[in-house]
């Protein structure tokens, strides 16, 4: 199916003009390189932005995540306080019961620690909270003065976590209640105090830090508008995100790494970073439109100057094509009216290439043409007058005249009568076919040769054939028609019409003026003419004027006849059905005379 569907798209390629062709092909040769010098132009500088852009964004990312572990670290280190004073590690290992006042020393302790975490310098702790495993605690919040917990640290969501590890576990943004109007916004580090000595669970230590203070680490770095940043911790629940629109599936994104990703319907390039310290990963987005903005500027610049490259291309090509093809269309169309038998045609010669030189011996071929036409014309003339001549040498009408003359007179002898009428009559008809020079004669004179042609064909069918001759006017019995125009049509008749039927057939022939012309009708009431043979005698009729082939038939050298003398307006019309009879119409100018 594609072979074919190709074959006929070459094939009507083949059969387009030149200057189709021609520009066609150049606007293909011109347009199709640069389609494919700039596509790969705008791949590989779109594919080298991006490619230096994603190096830059990761460094970028990179860098934010290093400030922020150094800023965790700090935080860390804060939460290993408890270890350095012995007597909070009492505290915790103490047996007291939830809700037992501190003592002085414990009040101590306690507020030297809480002094400590919050005047560090380099982390803004806003809130500490110290668990027992005996059910001490201390809790110090920004909204409050310190106080015990009022739930157990058993009912935080952190608890599953931090049981199971030593190490500090970073809790992502999460909201703490508050006397306030409203909570506040944290981050926080929690980890278990063990025991130095025996290793044994004594409580947990949590501290709180605000999200903005990873905003403010965020911010030190250059950012432009158009990038997204956010963190998620190693729960998938996000710590922070600079831009309130910001919405992804971060579930995938683990390690270190740059991929094009698209949101929403729009492409962007994607930079992941996870901390080793925090398990928290770092994510910057940024449209990769952005990014190609300049590349777009460049595509719509190199567009433009292919665009107007290739329309002026197309232009001067379709131009020289048409300088091209002109002299070959004007030899199509000379040739064409060489073949209608014009021949007095001639290109004029504008140039010596191939085209000139073509014209040329176009010129010289037509003169050629022209001279052996006219010779050969000369030649069948020639050929035909004398085959003329040797026939009417080898018919002797007198011979004829006196052999019919002998027959007639024996017949006569021997009293039968219908052989002396057909050979009277046929001895008229010969004469009048024969004898007579003059191309028109009368209609009378031509009624006469048919009577008698019929009278011939009476005596050979008997009963079987009638004839009758209907004329209008007396009038039109003087009126010109070309000899020998109806005895061929009669005879028609009889044969495809009555010979070929059963039973009488008639013969009418009529003769009456229509509209200025001479209309001849000759009909009979045989079995008449099949369609497809009417449909082809038709066409004949129309082809006959126009083509010397055409031939062979009695009503078509008829309609030729008057044609070729009268104009094509006049000759020979049919019409048959089968069964029912044929009608032949005969249509000649009347005499001005007349």
Sequence with gaps: MMAQRIGRTWQWFRNR?????FTMVSFVLIALPLAITGYLTYASYSSSIQR???KYQADFVRELTTNIDTF???????????????????????GKKPGTPWTWDERVALEDLSKRVFTNGRV???????????GVSYVHRPDGVPDTAGTSYKEEPWYGKASATGKGIFLGSHEVKSSRASGYQVFSIVRKIRSIDTGEDLGYFQLDVEVRAIRNKINQLSMNNNENVAIFDSDNQLVYKNHDTFELDESSYRGT?????????QKELLTYHTSPLTGWTTIETVPVSVLTR???AVRNYFVAIAVASCGLAGLLMTLL????TRPISQLRNMMKKVERGDLDVSIPISSRDEVGQLSQSFNVMVSKLSDLGYRLYETEIREKHAQMAALQSQINPHFLYNTLGTISMYAELQGNREVVRMTNNLSRLLRYSITNSRSEVTLAEELQHVRGYMVIQQIRFEERLGFDVRVQEESLLEQPVIRLMLQPIVENSIIHGIEKGRGRGTVILSAAREEGRLVITVEDDGRGVPEADLQELRSNLRLAPLSDDIGGHGLVNVHRRIALRYGHQYGVAVDSKPFAGTKVVLTLPLATSM
Aim: charged share 15%; aromatic share 8%.
């Design 17 to 21: 003009p030149l200057v189709f062709k």
């Design 52 to 54: 230096n852009v994603g």
């Design 72 to 94: 965790m670290n700090e935080l860390n280190l804060l939460s290993l306080l408890p270890y350095q004073s012995p007597d909070i590690m009492d505290y915790l290992a103490s």
């Design 124 to 134: 803004d702790v806003i809130g500490m909270y110290l668990y027992g495993i005996s």
């Design 257 to 265: 790494g740059t991929v094009i990703v698209d949101r929403n319907g």
């Design 294 to 296: 300049d590349t777009v």
């Design 321 to 324: 094509s048409v300088r091209i």
